[in-house]
Nanobody, 123 residues
């Protein structure tokens, strides 16, 4: 599966953005999906994940109650709705397709990553 992330941009603190990750390939609906982010000088960190059916989600504590992940299998797309954004949310955001057993622990060993989309939150 090939992934392409979009929707990043510049927003003021307290604002919102919605990221999208479009997938190619007929097996998309069988993959669980995750979002990770990497800020300058920092390691990539887990943000959110959703199971293949969409019935289960998992979030990093830092984004819980602010971010919501969803998916539309008919459109081969997952979304990350980000509200109440903070300057510390500034990072390049990447989507990935992986097993739920990994993503629900906040990890991924996948070879399937999108190219990343920049999110910048100004104070």
């Amino acid at each position: 599966v090939q992934l392409q992330a979009s929707g990043g941009g510049l927003v003021q603190a307290g604002g919102s953005l919605r990221l999208s990750c479009a997938a190619s390939g007929r097996t998309f609906s069988s993959y669980s999906m995750g979002w990770f982010r990497q800020a300058p000088g920092k390691e990539r960190e887990f943000v959110a994940a959703i199971s293949w059916s969409g019935s289960d989600t998992y979030y990093a504590d830092s984004v819980k109650d602010r971010f919501t992940m969803s998916r539309a299998n008919a459109k081969n797309t997952v979304y990350l709705q980000m509200n109440s954004l903070k300057p510390e949310d500034t990072a390049v955001y990447y989507c990935t397709a992986d097993y739920w057993s990994r993503l629900r622990r906040g990890t991924s060993l996948s070879d399937h990553w999108g190219q990343g989309t920049q999110v910048t939150v100004s104070s």
